[in-house]
């Protein structure tokens, strides 16, 4: 056999092994993945009950949806959501992350510290913030009123403005743990002849920030804002268990206002298409993050 006829049976050989490889990993996420994205998007264009299936009925629940001030108040509150937790959980990471590179004592104690918030269980956590944001004896206000800063109690989950912010704030600490150590390992990537040269060009500590640390860190700074981005704008268990979507859905995201109206509310068909509003929002998030990424989108 001529030796190129051999090359190429043996690099198809060698495509349809790798085939062969991944071909389970495959079917196995079309089963979990794939098989329930495809039923839901079915069960959006249908009148489906809890326990009955409806019949097709095309755009209607989406066209529902819009005409919803309920759900349009959903959507405002998913953009500030999300928005103003990826604004304090860049803000904060980075200036920790900043602070953990430097020669501290007991910075490796400090490094495990921090990553806490991240690996507790969420409705644990969450249930503790529940209990410091109570507006009687809650460690949140007594703290406020110890220092002098407050004279009456905040009822953190009892006011549209305050329930907000309290559910971006613990959805901050919880998220910035992620921040924190994932621009560290951008961080010990910088040369340090950079700051050198920096240095001797007689730049101060936030030039050396702006032109030579951020630059070098924007790449993972960026991945690290898209995925999560992506996780905080389906997030479900802060908010489920601080407000349950309340006070006069003024916290419902899109997860929780599908829980509520598919699961509670037995219109399984509204809830799906409540679901699938954010798929363009994410895919675009995926998308984006796949070309910095440098993969094929």
């Known amino acids: 056999m001529p030796r190129f006829l051999a090359n190429k049976t043996r690099s198809a050989a060698a495509r349809f092994g790798g085939y062969l490889f991944i071909g389970p990993a495959f079917l196995w996420l079309l089963l979990i993945i794939g098989v329930p994205f495809f039923l839901s998007v079915y069960l959006s264009a249908t ?55 430097e020669k501290l004592r007991a910075r490796n104690f400090f490094r495990g510290a921090i990553l806490l918030p991240w690996i507790a269980p969420a409705s644990l956590s969450t ?36 329930a907000l912010f309290s559910v971006i704030l613990v959805n901050t600490w919880r ?72 006070p006069a859905n003024s916290t419902h995201l899109f997860a929780t206002l599908s829980y509520q109206t598919g699961m509670i509310g037995g219109n399984i068909g509204e809830g799906a298409a409540i679901l699938l509003f954010m798929a363009p929002f994410l895919a675009l998030l995926i998308y984006l993050q796949l070309r910095l990424r440098g993969g094929e989108a």
């Open 175 to 246: 998220g910035t743990p992620f921040f924190v150590i994932s621009i560290l390992a951008g961080l010990s990537s910088v040369p340090q002849e950079l700051y050198e040269a920096a240095r001797v060009d007689g730049a101060n500590a936030w030039k050396r920030f702006l032109h030579v640390t951020l630059p070098m860190i924007q790449p993972i700074l960026l991945i690290v804002i898209l995925f999560s981005t992506i996780m905080t704008f389906s997030d479900f268990q802060i908010v489920y268990i601080l407000t349950n979507g309340g």
């Open 47 to 101: 009148n489906s009950l809890a326990g009955k299936w409806g019949s097709f009925i095309g755009l209607d629940n989406y066209l529902k949806l819009l005409d919803s001030q309920i759900f349009r108040r959903t959507l405002q509150n998913s953009l500030i959501f999300t928005a103003g937790s990826i604004a304090l959980k860049t803000i904060l990471g980075t200036a920790l992350a900043l602070l953990l590179n």
């Open 127 to 162: 249930l503790a913030w529940l209990w410091i944001f109570n507006p009687i004896y809650g460690v949140a206000n007594q703290l406020l009123k110890g220092v002098g800063l407050l004279s009456a109690d905040i009822p953190w989950l009892s006011t549209s403005g305050w």
